[in-house]
Structures are given as C-alpha cells and as structure tokens.
C-alpha cells in the first residue's frame, strides 16, 4: 500500500510506534479489522465491538504473520510490532485519510436519503467502461466501512465510487474529511434519521457536509426534482450540476416508458444531445439514478455511447429490487432497508406488476416523534396502487395497515405483530403468480421472507 510504512501510519494517526526498526520503514499490505483475514504483512487494527474484542485476537493475527497490530493497550505478549493509539477507530480514519492523499485517484461521494446504495451501483456500472472503478461493498459506508473502503484501494485504480451514510450531525464531514471528494453527488433530502436530525432541514444540513471537503475544481451533482437540494445555487462557489425530470434540469429525462418489472426506457438529454437508454431494473426512481450516473460520466469525460452501455450492464443487488422467480411466484426482494420515499415508490412498481400483487410490508425505523405518521403516509400509498393483499408485519405497520385499509376498503389486510407469525401465514396466504414485494427496515430481518418464499417446498 502506497507510502504506509508503519512510521507513516503511525505519524497519520498520532500513535506510538514499538517495534524494530527494520519493521519500521516496511509497506503494510493491507489493512484489517478481522482477524480471520490476517496474512502476512497486514496491519490488523483491534476494534472494541458490541460482540467482540479484537485486543483477544492480536495473538492470533501474528501467528498469521501479520507485520503490526493497531491497539488501545499494550499486548500482553506482543510477538510482532504494535502501534498504541487512544482510539483505534479514530486511527483508521486518520489513516485512511492519510492513504486517500497518496493516491491519483478521482473520488465520487454519494450520499442522500434513498437510493445511496442504488446510484452507486448506477455510477459505478457506467464509470467502468472507462475506468478501473473501485466501489463500495456492502454497508462500509460508515465511519468504520469507508476507512477499510479506502483501504482496498490500490495505485491502479482510477477511480473510487464511496457510498457515505450517516445518521448524526458531524459524521458526514468526517467521512468527507476522508473521502476528499472531486465529485460530490446527494440522491435527495427525505424524511429519514429523523430521531437524531429532527427534520428535512435538519438532513440537509448534515448530508450537506459531504461538501466540506470538496476538492478545489470539484463538480457537485444534485437531485433538482428534490425542492431542498433545487434551492441550493451555489456549493463553496461552485454552481451544481442539477439532475431530474424536470425540464431546467442539466441532465434531464423525457420519453419514459415502463417495461414492468424488465425495467424502464427512456431518453437521456443533456448539453450534449440526448441518448435512449434502456434501464434493467424497474422504477421512476431508477431514472434519476441513470440521470445522475450520466451528470457522472460527463464530468469525468465519458461519451454518451459509453454512458449507456454501462447503464444497461447494470446488475440488481441482492436485497434491493432483486427479482426472483421461484415455486411459481416472483418475489421482489427489497428487504436490505427501508424509509417512507422507498417505500413508495417499491409500491408503485409493483402496481403495475403481473399477476396477483401482494406486498409483504415490515417496520420502519428511526423515523421518531413522525413515525405513526409516516407509517400511515405509506398506507396510504400501499392503499392506491391496485395491490390485492397486504400483509403488514410488526407494531408500526399496524398503522400501514389501517391506513391502507382505509384508502381501499376491498383490499385485503393481514397485519402480525412478528416475523414468525407471518412465516408460519406464508403457505397459506400466498399463491402461484403472484408478484410479491418484500420490503422493511434492516432491523425486521426480512430476509428470512424472502429465504421462506425462495427455497425449495
């Protein structure tokens, strides 16, 4: 790893080096927090978990070969060298900062409050037929999965697509602190963390601290349908490249057309001509995420014929918007997350799904003093999209559900309490051909639904 000797690293994050110092002046070759990973020559940092110490495993990780271990504490029995830091957490983020700056490599930070996941997997599929793209995995989108993000970087990749979540005030301008961005893109302002950032006002403000560490010269990218985002004229001097469907927009849509659950078609307009596109996932929403990979693509010199290859090569992930056909149904497997705005608009696709539609609804967290409120927004919503059954499942959706209900009266509602009542429902409230959506905050483990309805009977 370029220039992370372990007297740089140990500079970068303001620990103390002991150790030889032969071990001093060497590279580290990777850097990790889990210790089934050690291999000679990583630099394994003990992180104090919920579950787990990993001050129990520095033992382990140097039987392993590994070349240093990060600590809060001395070793017991240190049998390599070990850098002593305050915090361990704090280190890697100083680290990671350290090791971005050593790197020629243009950074793309997504955030927003819907659709983080899906844009970066959008401008990820286009910027990589041009460039050696390094992406986000998973959830290392938080203090402690952007620094290892930034760790699987390596000199040959051109460009890195970070996904940047957060739920407080002041976590986005550590990761920004970190991630240095040239581009900055924000998918929308919803009404999500509200328990801890109070209102849309209050997630502007902090998704808006991605900004502050912008890189001179760099581009900003922002939803333009999105009336918060819409207002924000200039970024630390520099005039947003506006996305949406709205005809102002720079990089804007026309010509939409559904193609169900095969996905949607449309026509991309931009300063530069336009270019019809077939999007392989369904949805409006998917529109705006090709809209802002192509406001991307441009900014870092792509052709409209490279921007839609890498839009239709766009694969679905597993948990969100995922179609599976299995035991004669088609399950939507959306269960990764959950707020109101993607709830909605998961529901208005499956309105316009085949067959009997059946949307199999769960709770939504950290939505505080709002959350009956929201609830029943959706409800609402799950009442007017033409759906036949609605099976709502815990405390919360019971609000759905009456909601729901309410909006459509000959819609049939079954509402649980928990996830194992509506398992033990399945067999029986489910048929062959239905298209069924599965969708709820992480929390409801909602994979075992989907797990339920997929495998074999």
């Known amino acids: 790893m370029k220039n992370l000797t ?3 690293i140990a500079a970068a994050c303001g620990g103390v080096y002991h150790g030889s110092a032969e071990d001093a002046q060497k590279e580290v070759s990777d850097i990790i927090t889990d210790s089934r990973k050690a291999a000679p020559g990583v630099l ?9 110490d990993g001050h129990a495993f520095v033992a382990q990780v140097f039987q392993k070969g590994a070349l240093c271990a990060l600590v809060e504490r001395e070793p017991a029995d240190a049998a390599g060298a070990y850098i002593l830091v305050e915090s361990t957490l704090k280190a890697l983020m100083d680290i990671a900062e350290f090791y971005r700056q050593q790197l020629n490599v243009k950074v793309v930070g997504v955030t927003g409050s819907v659709g983080k996941t899906s844009t970066k997997e959008m401008i990820a599929a286009v910027l990589s037929e041009k460039y050696r793209v390094l992406k986000t995995l998973g959830n290392f989108n938080n203090e402690l999965g952007l620094p290892l993000t930034v760790f699987r970087l390596r000199e040959e990749d051109e460009v890195a ?7 407080h005030f002041g976590e986005m301008h550590r990761l920004s602190k970190i991630a240095r961005p040239d581009i900055c893109v924000i998918t929308n302002i919803g009404t999500c963390h509200l328990e801890f ?20 010269d760099g581009t900003v990218v922002l939803n333009g349908d999105d009336d918060k985002l819409s207002a924000l004229e200039q970024v630390k001097g520099v005039r947003p490249v506006f996305f949406g469907l709205g005809g102002s927009c720079a ?8 193609a169900g659950l095969r996905g949607v078609g449309c026509t991309i307009c931009d300063d530069q ?5 077939t999007i392989p996932i369904p949805g409006e929403h998917m529109v705006r995420n090709a809209l802002a990979a192509t406001a991307v693509g441009l900014a870092l010199g792509m052709e409209h014929d490279e921007i839609r290859r890498g839009i239709e090569k766009l694969k679905p992930l597993s948990g969100r918007f995922h179609i599976i056909e299995e035991n004669g149904i088609t399950v ?13 608009a998961s529901l208005k696709v499956l309105g316009q799904a085949p067959g009997r539609r059946v949307a199999i609804l769960g709770d939504m967290g950290e939505l505080g003093e709002r959350e009956r409120e929201l609830h029943e927004q959706v409800g609402r919503v799950e009442g007017s999209q033409n759906i036949q059954l609605g099976i709502c499942v815990g405390p919360l959706s019971h609000y759905l559900a009456e909601a729901a ?7 049939e509602i079954i509402a649980t309490d928990t996830v194992e009542e509506a398992l033990e429902g399945l067999p029986r409230w489910i048929q062959k051909g239905d298209t069924v959506l599965v969708k709820a905050s992480h929390f409801m483990h909602f994979e075992r639904i989907v797990e339920a309805l997929t495998s074999s009977r």
């Open 197 to 216: 950032l109070g209102d849309r006002d209050g997630v502007l403000r902090a998704k808006s601290e991605i900004f502050d560490f912008l890189l001179p």
């Open 251 to 258: 990089v804007r849509a026309s010509d939409i057309e559904s």
């Open 161 to 167: 697509v970070l996904e940047m979540g957060i739920n």
């Open 273 to 277: 001509g336009s270019f019809s596109v």
């Open 44 to 52: 394994f940092a003990a992180i104090r978990g919920e579950r787990a």
């Open 332 to 344: 939507v497997d959306d269960c990764y997350n959950a707020n109101p705005a993607s709830m909605e």
């Open 6 to 8: 372990l007297t740089n």
């Open 405 to 411: 209900q309410k909006e459509n009266p000959d819609m």
